[in-house]
């Protein structure tokens, strides 16, 4: 059974930083698309960002370019999001996904997807 656990969500001051990190069950990882997506209160959750299965390709969404870095560790089966810079508006639940998409894809319907991680950020 695929199982991905997120943790590192937090309460943060803007300008602060957090790294998220996502372990799944190692079934899937050496061979999927790992992906972060976030839902604001109200909102639907979005796309952040993705890393491919050899990690040479990434994508992010436009509002977190240059703050925020995918990163996936093989040995640990863990993939981070490092993210830097932060502001109110990054204010969310933190998803981590796994799936079969191309890193350019920013809708994902059929993927495996953890519960979730709370990030806070205070103005």
């Known amino acids: 059974q695929v199982q991905l656990v997120e943790s590192g969500g937090g309460l943060v001051q803007a300008g602060g930083s957090l790294r998220l990190s996502c372990a799944d069950s190692?079934?899937?990882?050496?061979?999927?698309?790992m992906g972060w997506f976030r839902q604001a209160p109200g909102k639907e959750r979005e796309f952040v960002a993705a890393?491919?299965?050899?990690?040479?390709?990434?994508n992010y969404v436009d509002s977190v370019k240059g703050r925020f870095t995918i990163s996936r560790d093989y040995a640990k089966n863990t993939v981070y999001l490092q993210m830097n810079s932060l502001k109110p508006e990054d204010t969310a639940v933190y998803y981590c996904?796994?799936?079969?998409?191309?890193?350019?894809?920013?809708?994902?319907?059929?993927?495996?997807w953890g519960q979730g991680t709370q990030v806070t950020v205070s103005s």
């Open positions: 996904a796994a799936g079969l998409q191309p890193t350019s894809q920013v809708s994902w319907k059929d993927a495996y």
């Open positions: 190692g079934r899937i990882y050496t061979s999927y698309t």
């Open positions: 890393i491919s299965w050899s990690g040479s390709s990434t």
